[in-house]
């Protein structure tokens, strides 16, 4: 499956973005996936995850109440709504998707990672 991520750009504290992660080659519509991100210098980090019924959802303590993840069943795609951003959400935002049944899944855990959005939040 090859994944691609969308959305990014270029953000003053306190608004929003709506990242979009495409799938083609193979459906998403039953794997997990979860979206990651890379600061400059920094290493990858989990930032929310659903489940492919969309039943579940995962966050990480520092997006929790601001971001919000969410399937497009339509469009066989993962939305990351983000709210309220701020200038240490900056960072390149890549979508993966999980072939296993580990829930919400370590980073290597999943299979298959989009080429990443940059999200640039100014203060």
């Known amino acids: 499956v090859q994944l691609q991520a969308s959305g990014g750009g270029l953000v003053q504290a306190g608004g929003s973005l709506r990242l979009s992660c495409a799938a083609s080659g193979r459906t998403i519509s039953s794997l997990d996936m979860g979206w990651f991100r890379q600061a400059p210098g920094k290493e990858r980090v989990f930032v929310a995850a659903?489940?492919?019924?969309?039943?579940?959802?995962a966050y990480a303590d520092s997006v929790k109440g601001r971001f919000t993840i969410s399937r497009d069943s339509a469009k066989d795609a993962v939305l990351l709504q983000m709210n309220s951003l701020k200038p240490e959400d900056t960072a390149v935002y890549l979508c993966?998707?999980?072939?296993?049944?580990?829930?919400?899944?370590?980073?290597?855990?999943?299979?298959?990672w989009g080429q990443g959005t940059l999200v640039t939040v100014s203060s």
């Open positions: 993966a998707a999980n072939v296993g049944t580990s829930w919400p899944g370590k980073i290597s855990d999943y299979d298959y």
């Open positions: 659903i489940t492919g019924n969309g039943r579940l959802t």
